[in-house]
């Protein structure tokens, strides 16, 4: 089956670095995709991953493992405006399907 | 920048209409799709839609639903017989051939009454 799990709630304070974890079991992997929701607006798309490895983009980092079926994303000098949901999702198949599988959502509050 | 966009934002509708949402993808993206968000619950895709037709479809996606992309800028999802269970937030998304990432609009709030 597909099953992607991430904690349910993060806290954390304004300056400092979260790290949100994703754990992902599909029947096939094409790529992990990183996005913000704030309450009642659309995903905004963060970052991607297809090779393992590291990617780089300002405050924002993701991290993937295809071997471990694991991603994170890092997120370092927190600011009030991170408080967000940070949804993880994979495209299971190549080719023309090109659905996303979605997690549940990390649900972060930043405090002062 | 371009985006995608999404109208209504906000539809009441009684049990047992039809609605149409509508969307306008990013013009030389070529994949579309539809997901929906029942409030409190994570985004869930409905269907994606190639080269003029469905490429595919979850079980939610049911002989209820259809998608039209009636000329070279609409998609739309129309739903045939409403019920309470479809309130949810409706998203329509787009993406081209690279880069892969899926934006998406501002989303339908689908209330059903």
């Known amino acids: 089956g597909q099953n992607i799990d991430q904690p349910t709630e993060m806290t954390a304070t304004e300056g400092a670095i979260v790290q949100i974890n994703c754990t992902y079991q599909?029947?096939?992997?094409?790529?992990l995709f990183w996005y913000q929701q704030h309450a009642g607006e659309a995903p905004t798309f963060l970052s991607y991953?297809?090779l393992d490895g590291l990617e780089e983009k300002g405050r924002f980092s993701s991290f993937l493992s295809r071997s471990k079926g694991y991603s994170y994303l890092l997120l370092k000098e927190l600011q009030m405006k991170d408080s967000a949901s940070y949804l993880c999702a994979v495209r299971d198949n190549a080719g023309n399907n090109r659905k996303l599988i979605w997690g549940l959502g990390t649900s972060l509050a930043v405090n002062p | 920048e371009p985006e995608v966009t999404q109208t209504p934002s906000h539809q009441v509708t009684q049990m047992g209409q039809e609605v149409i949402l509508r969307c306008v993808p990013i013009s030389n993206h070529l994949y579309f799709y539809w997901y929906r968000q029942i409030l409190g619950q994570k985004v869930e895709f409905l269907v994606s839609f190639y080269n003029n037709e469905i490429s595919e479809k979850s079980e939610i996606f049911d002989d209820q639903f259809s998608v039209e992309r009636p000329d070279g800028s609409n998609f739309t999802l129309k739903i045939r017989s409403t019920k309470l269970e479809d309130s949810a937030m409706y998203f329509c998304?787009?993406?081209?051939?690279?880069?892969?990432?899926?934006?998406f609009g501002q989303g339908t709030r689908l209330t059903v009454v």
């Open positions: 991953n297809v």
């Open positions: 998304a787009s993406s081209g051939g690279v880069p892969t990432e899926a934006f």
């Open positions: 599909t029947s096939g992997f094409n790529g």
